[in-house]
């Protein structure tokens, strides 16, 4: 690579290892990002190239110095963040739970994130295992914890149970509850235990099937409506428009795994189709490059989208 003009960055020696990357692997991803040089003499980092790849250069670097910083690990999937905040000029919110700060673990995580703390309404569309149910319950759990909402409602359609609910024994919660298991895990595992039990007691914590939501005003509250791709195209118009003063709303769903006997009335891709470009809506987009899960479930997923664009050919 040609040498250009040098900069040097004095970082402590556990950054300058992260930068580096286990074979000098992090260092490559930047250097392949911005065309710049980066060496580690010791002491800090050296960057050599134009001005204007330093600078970006410089700001991917400084994002991997602060994760450090808060004694968090260093993936290869972070320095891709890194780099694409750096590119973009955005910088994924965080939000805080009691395990500490969840990190965004790809670029498109990333975007999401900063999606849901500017936008009023944001879609997130992707195969499961990408982190768009658990990163806008994080989110919403934030909120909640600093005050910045006095309700946190999740709802999803019970497609299973269709309107067959009232024959499945036990009180309402109990007929509810094995629908909403995926919830209830993701509160868990942010909250805890204890204190999603102490919100849940206070009303504070809301989850229910997408039918409840109906003749609703939702003010100060965070929306998460999970498993999207379920919902008809009146339930979607029905829940999406039950936000109120100080509301926020985060849709999740895959749309190709639709299991409406009538899949083409699914209404997230209907919704997403219309309202996409409008003012305080957010579209986010996840592939199997997203998935972290088991990285079997990466290649599941990239095997069934190519046999579905195969049968559509």
Do not use: C
Not at 86 to 114: E, I, N
């Amino acid at each position: 690579m040609r040498r250009g003009p040098s900069e040097f960055l004095p970082l402590a020696d556990e950054a300058v290892r992260a930068v580096a990357g286990p074979g000098g692997r992090h260092a490559a991803l930047i250097e392949d990002a911005f065309h710049v040089l980066v060496e580690t003499p010791g002491g800090g980092v050296a960057l050599n190239g134009d001005a204007e790849a330093r600078r970006g250069a410089k700001r991917a670097i400084e994002t991997l110095a602060g994760r450090v910083a808060s004694r968090l690990e260093i993936t290869p999937a972070d320095v891709r963040v890194a780099i694409d905040e750096a590119r973009t000029g955005g910088s994924a919110a965080a939000p805080t739970t009691r395990r500490g700060v969840v990190a965004a673990k790809t670029a498109a995580q990333a975007r999401y994130l900063d999606a849901l703390t500017s936008h009023d309404l944001v879609f997130g569309m992707g195969p499961a295992g990408t982190g768009k149910t658990f990163l806008a319950v994080a989110h919403g759990a934030n909120l909640l914890r600093t005050g910045a909402i006095e309700r946190l409602v999740v709802t999803r359609p019970a497609v299973e149970a269709g309107e067959r609910l009232g024959f499945l024994p036990g009180d309402l919660t109990e007929k509810v509850d094995p629908y909403m298991a995926p919830v209830w895990e993701a509160l868990s595992t942010i909250l805890g235990a204890e204190a999603l039990r102490k919100r849940r007691e206070r009303a504070e914590i809301e989850v229910a099937p997408i039918a409840f939501m109906r003749g609703r005003t939702l003010s100060h509250a965070f929306v998460i409506v999970d498993e999207a791709q379920n919902t008809t195209r009146l339930q979607m118009k029905m829940v999406l428009t039950r936000l109120g003063e100080g509301s926020s709303m985060a849709v999740t769903g895959d749309p190709s795994q639709v299991d409406l006997i009538n899949s083409h009335d699914s209404g997230l891709a209907h919704a997403v189709s219309i309202l996409e470009g409008v003012e305080g809506v957010a579209v986010s987009r996840f592939t199997g490059a997203d998935v972290v899960r088991h990285p079997l479930v990466g290649r599941i997923v990239e095997a069934y989208d190519a046999d579905t664009a195969r049968r559509q050919r």
